[in-house]
């Protein structure tokens, strides 16, 4: 080894560290200071921003959790979501397009006693619950088997992020276009009707019930992504993985068994989140691709890899366009635009995000 | 060739032309319907190469493709069209009649156009390069997705701001070069060879480029970044070129497709048409291929150009509703497929360092041989 002269490279790190946690602490506080003037200022689309923000987590995580083990871009993902949530659609009204008008299969979680009727005061009955399990079964065969076929082939040639996000834009195209098939262009709903609403106590905004469900479910699925990933075996392998996927092999870690298991956990988010989504917006086929940008905006500004990144990022990304367009220099038509905006300034001041492991 | 190449090509052409002749039975619909079909694949076939500058020579990833073959259709169409006039038309520039200055060779048929496809040549040059100041030194994949978004932004800006391009409704009648000239029927050969020539330009000029000193500075960038950066080539400046070069030529197929169309609409300008189809094309053909490029265009503009004709068949309405989604799964499984099983497409790059280096190593095995004729004799 040579000596060391001049500065320490110790304390250069050192330094380096310090002053990336000020930037970081800069950061959170120009965040929590945006956070609390929407909610003075614009209570109305900070409430909105909470819930479609949640719908945008929900998708992030399983990007994230994706874009961290597998070290790709995963641009399926939003059409993904949406071909799952038909599929949820599918089990639990039993309704497809066929020659012209809709076909109603006779098997479907409808028929079952009670299953439309409202849980509390959610638009959506207990089918609708059931449903997302039996359509996350079928999401998590479909990407084991295009992981098998596609993506590990891909991987074991040495094919490069580049070409896993081409391959993984076409199975987006084609999942599109299946679901199409299918299910045709119009709109459908999970459950057709008014949806009731609450008025917030405090900041006397209304909220449909469902969203009360929406936001819930986003905090809840980080936290059992949190603990699958720091308190179970296979999340200790994930992270592993993710971190040196030679080293983690090198150490005796199956890795093959975890790209499965990251496939089976990321199949399941992408139901809940599209189911979730569904029932934020409606079932549209081209919503895949609408929210794509809004994800990878989440999932980077959060630092890729990081669940609970994944939720501050959705949640920021959010709560920002809905405020943003409020402003009168921006249309509504430039919501979207927003989660761009806030992509570049990530990409370029902080590229590892919020909860990114440092450098 | 390689067999699989033929035979697709062989197959696609059994069908361009097979389809329209076994519908009508007459030649002359077969080249109506061909002629505009060329020059179609010709415009995409520009803008593939283009895409084959910045991806396949140089490694550079975009996924904006659709964002600046837009904005080279808007200002090719806002240089030749005249001012907005009525309340149902509101857009910048209409610079068609100042432009037609030169008093003879009836200018008014083509230099606007002339100026146009340089204009969005030059607006193109300008938006990739105030973009890849900042998004080009970023990861891969970062490049990826902030591509995407500049393209939706692009596109949102021209839906929003109402003023600029008319926003939904988009330009409509914008003149053709060359119109005036001959009989509407008959249009269509001019702009046909009008395309011809441009893709040859085209197309010699980036092989040109890409064989020259610079073009090898492209692809030693795309093999090894610091390799080339080590051999003191600043690979930041030569993807800015790549770049900025690559997003001309899509801007100038943008301009001269607006013209061929002569009616253009942000609805025209998805991510799938615009980007998607040009990625298919360029993998399907062969990326770092120029040719390769022309032929992906050709295959896959067939593909969607032979679901059109397959939709005049008396189908059933179980089929006649899907085709369109049919055909959309079958482009998104051929990029899978060809990464999967033919990764270097149906032609493939062509090993070459230099021409004249292949002519240098000739020179010299011929000396040799001579030298050793002489002391043999």
Known sequence: MSVATGPSPLSAWSRARTRDAAGAAALWLVILAFGLWAVIAHTDEFVVGVVVGSVFALGAIGLTLIYGVLKFGHFAHGDAMMLSAYVAFLMLSGRFVGSRADITAPLRLDRLPGARDPIWEFSFGYGLLLAIPLAAIIAVLLFLALDARVYRPLRERKAGVVILAIASLGTAIAMRSILLMVWGPQQRFYAPGIRHTTELPLLGTRVVNDQFFIVAAAFAVVAAVYVILFRTTIGRAMRAMADNADLARVAGIDTDAVVRWTWVVAGTLITIAGVLLALQAQLKPELGFTILLPLFAATVLGGIGSPQGALAGGLIVGITQEVAVTFDVLGPGYKFSVAFVILMLVVLLRPRGLFGASA | ?377
């Open chain 2, 1 to 377: 060739m390689h067999p699989v190449t033929l035979a697709a090509v062989v197959v696609m052409t059994a069908l361009i032309v097979g389809l329209p002749a076994e519908r009508s039975r007459d030649a002359r619909s077969v080249v109506d319907f061909l002629v505009p079909f060329g020059t179609a694949v010709a415009i995409f076939a520009v803008v593939a190469i283009g895409l084959n500058v910045q991806w396949g020579y140089t490694g550079v990833f975009n996924f904006g493709v659709v964002g600046f073959f837009m904005v080279g259709a808007y200002v090719g169409a806002i240089f030749a069209k005249d001012p907005a006039t009525g309340e149902f038309q509101r857009y910048i520039g209409g610079y068609g009649d100042a432009l037609a200055f030169l008093p003879f060779l009836d200018s008014r048929e083509w230099l606007p156009h002339l100026f146009g496809v340089l204009a969005a040549g030059l607006a193109c040059a300008l938006v990739a390069l105030v973009l890849a100041l900042p998004i080009l030194r970023l990861h891969e994949d970062y490049l990826a997705i902030t591509t995407i978004g500049i393209a939706e932004v692009l596109r949102r800006v021209s839906i929003e701001e109402h003023g600029l391009v008319n926003g939904t409704r988009g330009l409509t009648g914008i003149p053709r070069p060359f119109s005036g000239w001959v009989d509407p029927a008959d249009y269509k050969y001019v702009i046909f060879a009008v395309m011809l020539v441009v893709l040859a330009l085209v197309y010699v000029g980036v092989e040109g480029a890409a064989r020259s000193p610079w073009g090898r500075v492209l692809r030693a960038v795309r093999e090894d970044e610091q390799a080339a950066s080590a051999s003191g080539k600043d690979v930041f400046a030569f993807k800015l070129q790549a770049f900025v070069f690559g997003a001309v030529l899509m801007g100038m197929g943008g301009a001269v497709y607006g013209y061929e169309q002569g009616a253009i609409s942000p609805d025209t300008f998805t991510h799938f048409f615009g980007t998607f189809l040009i990625w298919t094309m360029l993998i399907v053909g062969g990326a770092g291929n120029n040719a390769g490029a022309i032929l992906g265009a050709y295959m896959i503009w067939g593909l969607w150009s032979v679901t059109l004709q397959i939709q005049g068949y008396d189908l059933p309405d179980f089929l006649r509703t899907r085709l369109f989604y049919i055909r959309d799964f079958l482009l998104g499984s051929i990029i899978v497929a060809v990464l999967l099983l033919r990764p270097q497409g149906l032609l493939p790059e062509q090993p070459r360092v230099s021409r004249w280096l292949e002519r240098r190593v000739a020179r010299l095995r011929r000396e040799e041989r001579d030298a050793a004729a002489a002391a043999e004799s």
